[in-house]
Each structure stands twice: as structure tokens, then as C-alpha cells.
């Protein structure tokens, strides 16, 4: 067999059709360890007690407070000190303005201040990814587009601080991935701009969908908005079983004295998966729905739309549903950005009253793709790998099924002349 240019990609799915199909150098981490930041969220998170328990774990403060400097934002102070809830020592941030301040700012005037600021371009970036996560939830709940948000409580300069201040901090401590446990969100009521709502307010609702949630601990709001966007931009898997050598602790010392601690707890830990294995690992949804009543010759046009609207996989599964009907589970995997059209071509095109969504975490063979050259034409030939050996070779059907249509032979022989080649 010819092999010829090689490829490497990251897709998981490459030349179906051409779906989204992208080609990069596959990224090698040097080390077979992968270093996991986890935030243990039993008691919530909000944005100074994610600053705190990041210092706490080992992020120094006099670096915090400068790059922060960067920013072009006055009138305020950073006082970092030790504090403890219930027995629990650990570190307490405030951002203190001297004066109550009650700004609201859009987030194209807050995207204008991060990205014509000083910072890193990860710190930039990552903070204004924070930002757009909460941009986003802010445009679904009040029906407007992304720049004509104007933020309330998180448009202030504390706020600002501890959303870029998180950025700056994950940067310091260069880990490989961020985990969270299940996040509790509190309960009773909270005040915001727009009146009292239940726990957890509307940002904070909408930034979780697809995460799991606990409630009820305490009367009162555990995780805030900003809290929960820097979840939701940052963290890859969420679990409360831990599966990594744990090296150090840290603890965020929240405001309040409650029956729980009112801290936020923090993991740095190390696991040896990942390049030891030479696999690429990432977080998706799964969303399913059941369906006995729809005609199967639309199955096909349904797959269909489910990919082109970025759906990485789609399948069906034959089942016996109540009083002996057959049916079928419609099953996509798809990423978090796909879930909202994806759920409106199952609710619309399908027969469904409803969706089952969940999230799965992926883990996937490192992949090379090399040409073969043969009597009839060229053909891809897919490579995985496993601990740094090649494992297994397959060519691509597409192809195969391409030329066996042009050059009026059959697919078997398209196969078979790969192999004699």
C-alpha cells in the first residue's frame, strides 16, 4: 500500500460528506500527567470566593494585583487576607470601590476595556469568553442581541475584577484541564436589577443548563452569575467522582456564616491519562428521545439535518416500548454550542414531546490520515494510535463509495485494490 502526505486530525469525524470536516497538527503533551484544577462547588461559587481559594491554593496575590493594573479601570482595592467558616481557614478577597458604585456597562464597552487592555493574550481571551458566556444568558432571558446587553450587577468594577482576576489566576497556574463537582446553588430569593426572583436567578439558570446542580442547602444564593460563568467557560467535566493524585488544597472564604462553610474548596491534582495513552479527551452532550409514531423513511432526512447542524454522531436504537410498540431511541452527541439548534430540529422536525439531555465525557483515539494511491483513484486511509502505536487502519468509506460509482466497479474491489497496492 502507497501512503502519501500525511494528515493529522482532530475531528472524530473527518470526510463524511464533508460535515465541518477540519485538519490540524495534532497537539503531543511532553509530559504523560495532566495537571487538573477541581473546583468542589458543595457550598457554590462566587467570584471572590473563587479569587480566594485560587490565592489559597498557590496563585501569588502581589502577581494578581499587578497584572490587574493593567486593566484600564480605577478606583478600586484589592484586600486579600486569611478568614475562616466553621473551623475552615482559607483566604477572603474583597474588592472594595470606597463608594457603592451602580454602573452598567454593555459588554461591548467592557470587550472594548479587556481587549484594549495590557493583559496576556490568554488572560484577554479567556476573560472575554467569561464575559460573552454571560453575554449570551443575558440576551436568551431578555431577548436582545449580545451587544445590546447591558450588565448590572456584573458590569460593576468588582465584578470586573473577579471575572478577569479568575483569567489571570487559571493563567498562573497553567493547569491542563478544570473539572467541578456538582454545583449547589442555594435557595429562598434574591434581589437583583429586576426585581426579587427564586434561586437561582435567571443568569445563573441559564449559564448552568446542561450542568448538574443541587439546591437547598442554605436559604440564600450560594452560586451568583459571575460565579457560574466562570464554570461555564472553563470547566470540561463535571463529577463528583475524583479519578487523579491530589496535590494541594485551597479554600475561597465566602461572606456569610452559615450551617454548611460557606467556602468554596479547591483541588490541584495530577492524572496520568490523556498522552500516556495518546488519546484526546473532551466533554459532550448527549440527547436523546424516544419515538414509535413517525414514518422511518424520514429517518434519513432527519439524520441529516441533525449534522449539518454540527451534530458530531447520530444514531438509532431499535427498542420495545409500553403495550409492545416498537420504536426507535434517537440518540445525537453533540457539543455544548449545538445543543440549542439541535434540540429545535428534534422538537420541530421529529414527533417527540421531549428531549433527554445529559453530558458524557469522550475519549478518542489519536488520529492520522495518509492517501493511498490505486489503480482507480486515491483514497483516505484513517490511522489510530494507542500509547504511541498505530493500532488500526481504515479507509474511508466516502471515498471508496466515490470511486466505485465513477469508475463503474464495485466497492469490494475498490478494497481490494488498497490492499494489493
Known amino acids: 500500500m502507497i501512503f502519501r502526505g500525511l494528515l493529522f486530525e482532530h475531528n472524530a469525524e473527518i470526510g463524511r460528506k464533508d460535515h465541518k470536516s477540519t485538519e490540524s497538527l495534532i497537539y503531543r503533551k511532553d509530559s504523560a500527567r495532566l495537571k487538573i484544577l477541581y473546583y468542589d462547588c458543595f457550598s457554590g461559587i462566587s467570584g471572590d470566593m473563587n479569587l480566594g481559594a485560587l490565592i489559597d491554593l498557590g496563585v501569588d496575590p502581589s502577581y494578581l494585583t499587578e497584572e490587574l493594573k493593567k486593566l484600564p479601570l480605577e478606583g478600586y482595592e484589592l484586600k486579600v487576607g486569611k478568614a475562616a467558616r466553621k473551623g475552615i481557614t482559607g483566604t477572603r478577597v474583597d474588592v472594595l470601590t470606597g463608594t457603592a458604585e451602580h454602573a452598567h456597562r454593555s459588554f461591548k464597552v467592557i470587550r472594548d476595556l479587556i481587549t484594549e487592555s495590557g493583559l496576556s493574550d490568554a488572560a484577554r481571551e479567556r476573560s472575554l469568553d467569561i464575559f460573552l458566556h454571560l453575554a449570551r444568558a443575558e440576551a436568551g432571558i431578555h431577548g436582545v442581541a449580545i ?85 461555564a467557560s472553563t470547566v470540561a467535566k463535571f463529577s463528583d467522582r475524583l479519578n487523579f493524585t491530589l496535590l494541594k488544597t485551597g479554600y475561597g472564604i465566602g461572606s456569610r456564616d452559615t450551617d454548611i462553610p460557606n467556602v468554596l474548596r479547591v483541588m490541584l491534582g495530577e492524572e496520568e491519562t490523556g498522552a500516556a495513552w495518546d488519546c484526546d479527551r473532551e466533554t459532550a452532550l448527549l440527547m436523546e428521545c424516544n419515538i414509535d409514531d413517525m414514518n422511518p423513511e424520514l429517518h434519513d432526512y432527519i439524520m441529516e439535518a441533525l449534522f449539518d447542524a454540527g451534530a458530531q454522531d447520530v444514531f438509532l436504537t431499535p427498542i420495545v416500548m409500553k403495550k409492545s410498540r416498537p420504536a426507535v431511541i434517537l440518540s445525537v452527541l453533540c457539543g455544548i454550542d449545538e445543543a440549542a439548534a439541535i434540540s429545535e430540529i428534534l422538537l420541530a422536525e421529529t414527533t417527540t414531546f421531549g428531549i433527554r439531555t445529559g453530558r458524557v465525557e469522550k475519549t478518542m483515539l489519536k488520529r492520522e490520515v495518509s492517501w493511498a494511491t490505486t489503480p482507480y483513484g486515491d483514497v483516505r486511509i484513517k490511522h489510530a494510535y494507542f500509547k504511541g502505536k498505530k493500532i488500526k487502519s481504515k479507509p474511508e468509506y466516502e471515498d471508496c463509495r466515490e470511486l466505485a460509482r465513477k469508475q463503474g466497479v464495485s466497492i469490494r474491489e475498490i478494497y481490494k485494490s488498497i490492499d494489493e497496492s
Do not use: N, Q, R
Open 147 to 231: 451587544d445590546e446587553v447591558h450588565f448590572h450587577e456584573v458590569g460593576a468594577v468588582d465584578s470586573i475584577i473577579d471575572i478577569v482576576g479568575a483569567a489571570i489566576c487559571l493563567e498562573y497556574l497553567a493547569v491542563d484541564a478544570v473539572w467541578a463537582s456538582p454545583v449547589e446553588v442555594g435557595g429562598g430569593f434574591v434581589t437583583c436589577a429586576h426585581g426579587t426572583y427564586p434561586v437561582p436567578a435567571p443568569a445563573t439558570t441559564e449559564l448552568l443548563k446542561g450542568v448538574p446542580i443541587t439546591t437547598g442547602a442554605v436559604p440564600f444564593e450560594t452560586t451568583t452569575p459571575t460565579g457560574a460563568a466562570i464554570l
